[in-house]
């Protein structure tokens, strides 16, 4: 007992340094946004000559400039957006932070963890500039995007807010284990569990801090010795995951293609399907009837396609995405089209982090009209992750993340891939 007393206050005592040594964040200054036009993202209506009143990093009014001005304290700094249209910062439901294009296929092996959350934190920065101001990373290796995000919340490294899944989970040699290797290299992703062992691997994903779960459903088309069509988890594995993640409080999403492998992630109570690239009719149906959400991740097709060899992917891989990327296309649109609910997600990490809102056009093209695209990114993504009382929409108590474009993004969605201003917490990250 008296060596575990001095332990304690040993360790007691370090932590207090290491918190003395952290510069402590300055709260944010009152600020005062004058805004031409306010896009309310639920209605797609625009309000007028409005004030955004930031205080203490969250909206503390937001009305006409007439009502508004005169509460305001003296010498309030101001910020003119009288010339442009302002909107919710935008919400990515699935991102990788810590990964990226060249990362892909066999190259991925010489890359260590520390690596990959130094990696992170310049792709959690050209993220957040491009308007993104909230994202949830749904796979990394080694924990690295839950040290990121933790970076970002102490202030160390600019980035959005982040919820971050650690290693997805995956049956052994599916989507998500490192197959390809020879038996005596010995190597295997840390979120491969089979059978029972899922439940064990979705509480130690939580205990090391993950604020959501991420399983393969299915075979993927960037891995190797897999079918992107085939189930892997059986159904009553995926049940465990989603019992045992839902139990402690967290959110599922299931990486599936396959119309099975999406089936039955459905019906195991997952929140959101990733990808779908095989969703037929029945999928929709049970889609629609549990409120389950989509992440389409479609821009991806495009620019995969356009950029196939050279990323130093195997034959396996080139093979793969020329095979599944247009049955995507096809059966995604008609998921569109059948009311199916969507979350905006783009898998930014298979083409370089800062594009992501080309996603919105590409979302258009296939048939998403422009105001249900943005809601994917707005009052959509912010159900699904479980934070609408924080984001997806310019209200008084929420967060002051707001972005700033020239134009009418109802008119033409591809004015979201030139934002102008951003603002995350009150903080000024681009523009004035």
């Known amino acids: 007992m008296k060596r575990f007393g001095v332990l304690l206050v040993f360790f007691l005592c370090a932590a207090s340094s290491v918190a003395a040594q952290q510069p402590a964040a300055a709260a944010p200054a009152s600020v005062a946004i004058k ?47 009288s010339g442009a249209t302002v909107l919710p910062g935008l919400i990515d439901c699935h991102t990788h932070l810590t990964m990226a294009p060249y990362l892909m296929g066999p190259s991925r092996l010489r890359i260590s963890y520390p690596r990959e959350a130094l990696i992170g934190a310049r792709n959690a920065r050209v993220t957040l500039e491009a308007g993104f101001t909230t994202v949830r990373n749904v796979g990394a290796g080694g924990y690295s995007d839950l ?41 295997s992703e ?28 299915t075979g993927g088309v960037l891995s190797e010795g897999d079918n992107p069509a085939f189930e892997q988890y059986n159904p009553e594995e995926m049940k465990m995951i989603v019992e045992t993640a839902h139990g402690l409080g967290r959110k599922v999403a299931a990486h599936a293609h396959g119309e099975l492998g999406i089936r039955n992630a459905v019906l195991a109570g997952v929140d959101s399907i990733e990808h779908g690239s095989y969703i037929n009719d029945e999928d929709i149906r049970l889609m629609k009837e549990r409120g389950t959400y989509l992440c389409p991740t479609v821009y991806l097709q495009d620019w995969l396609m356009q950029n ?87 209200e008084p108590g929420k967060f002051a993340d707001i972005i700033a474009v020239d134009g009418d993004p109802i008119a033409d969605v591809r004015i979201l891939q030139n934002v102008r201003f951003v603002m995350k917490g009150g903080e000024i990250v681009r523009g004035q």
Do not use: C
């Open 147 to 187: 040290a990121l995000r933790d970076a970002i919340n102490a202030g160390d490294v600019p980035g959005p807010r982040m919820l971050a899944s650690g290693p997805a989970l995956s049956i052994t040699g599916g989507h998500g284990d490192e197959n390809f290797l020879a038996p005596q290299i010995g190597f």
């Open 308 to 394: 196939l060899t050279s990323l130093g992917l195997t034959q396996s891989n080139i093979e793969k995405a020329r095979t599944v990327l247009p049955i995507a296309q096809k059966n995604l649109s008609h998921a569109f089209q059948s009311g199916v609910k969507i979350a905006f997600g783009t898998d930014a990490a298979v083409y370089p982090h800062g594009l992501n809102a080309h996603e919105f056009e590409k979302m258009v093209q296939m048939g998403l009209p422009p105001l249900t695209a943005i809601q994917a990114a707005t009052v959509n993504a912010a159900d699904l992750i479980g934070w609408s009382d924080r984001v997806g929409t310019l």
């Open 190 to 217: 840390e979120g491969v569990a089979d059978g029972a062992a899922v439940i064990h691997k979705v509480r130690e994903n939580i205990k090391y801090g993950a604020d959501v779960i991420k399983f393969m459903a």
């Open 35 to 81: 805004a031409g036009k306010v896009l309310d993202v639920r209605t797609g209506s625009y309000a007028l000559d409005q004030v955004i009143w930031v205080e203490a990093g969250k909206i503390k009014e937001i009305g006409k400039t007439a009502e508004v001005t005169p509460k305001l304290p003296a010498g309030i700094r101001t910020i003119d957006l």
